[in-house]
């Protein structure tokens, strides 16, 4: 990742400690489970009676897709608000599901990046965005796209900590590896706070011995940084973004809708732990 140009004043402002909780979900690699994590996630938080909004930075609009918006109601999106063309507050939209508020993206936003390449303080364009806009609620998750450009930068500058789902694949920990170095680099640079919220392993198979064994060494190297619940290969995971809905309101009772019941407990008992 190249050397950004540190701008101020907001290159040493703190990032706001009141409101809601920002959790950027962030993996340069593709594929892993990042918009399946936050649509889920998200949905299993709202029905614990917690107020969540979806950020949808990643120009695909998979999250937007996978919570059913239709074209027209990606309009005004995750783009002009990153510009400065919209509040925030305007931009959000019903998901349908009761808690549950989306920013979508649309296809614009992959322009994003090389427009605010020449903007002055442009690590910092979502969180001052997101300033003043997230009253009433209790959890923001920025769903970031697979690359460490710009639009990532931003989610890592506005958000309190970073959640990671990683493949239990045989690249996983190479390739954390440079995400690891990349939060490092933004808490130096312009978020001291940013920590590691938690990683994820996703796409389980309990019949193949290379996910034990990635598990394992993912737990050697984090510790307790990695989530008790693993989230499985599930045809029904799969399967519902083509629906327009996230698994658990496509079918309850399936292994992948439990895993992220199970996800979203383990997250409040950790956030009951840092808000402590």
């Not at 917690?50 to 027209?72: E, F, R, V």
């Not at 690249?171 to 170095?181: C, N, Q, T």
Request: overall charge neutral; charged content about 20%.
């Amino acid at each position: 990742m190249k050397r950004f140009a540190v701008s101020e004043p907001y290159a040493l402002a703190p990032i706001p400690t009141t409101g809601p909780r920002v959790i950027a979900i962030a993996n340069q690699k593709g594929g892993v489970g990042k918009t399946t994590t936050a649509i889920n996630l998200a949905t299993a938080l709202a029905a614990t009676e917690k107020k969540i909004l979806i950020i949808d930075l990643d120009p695909q609009g998979n999250a937007s897709t996978g919570l059913g918006l239709t074209a027209a109601a990606r309009a005004q999106s995750t783009y002009q608000v990153l510009m400065g063309d919209l509040p925030a507050r305007e931009a959000m939209r019903s998901s349908g599901i009761g808690n549950l508020w989306v920013i979508p993206a649309g296809v614009d936003l992959a322009g994003a990046e090389l427009e605010l390449v020449a903007e002055m303080g442009r690590e910092f364009r979502l969180r001052m965005a997101l300033e003043g806009q997230l009253d009433g609620l209790d959890y923001v998750l920025i769903d970031c796209p697979p690359a460490l450009g710009l639009l990532t930068l931003n989610a890592l500058v506005a958000a309190h900590a970073v959640m990671v789902p990683l493949q239990c694949e045989f690249f996983a920990l190479e390739g954390i590896s440079h995400l690891v170095k990349t939060i490092e680099r933004v808490r130096r640079l312009f978020n001291h706070d940013l920590d590691i919220q938690g990683i994820v392993l996703t796409m389980f198979d309990r019949r193949n011995n290379l996910s034990d064994m990635v598990a394992a060494d993912v737990r050697g190297y984090f510790g307790s940084k990695v989530y008790n619940t693993v989230i499985p290969r599930n045809v029904r995971i799969s399967e519902a973004p083509s629906h327009g809905k996230p698994v658990l309101l496509y079918d309850l009772k399936c292994a992948g809708s439990q895993a992220y019941l199970h996800l979203a407990g383990e997250m409040i008992k950790r956030e009951r732990g840092w808000a402590a």
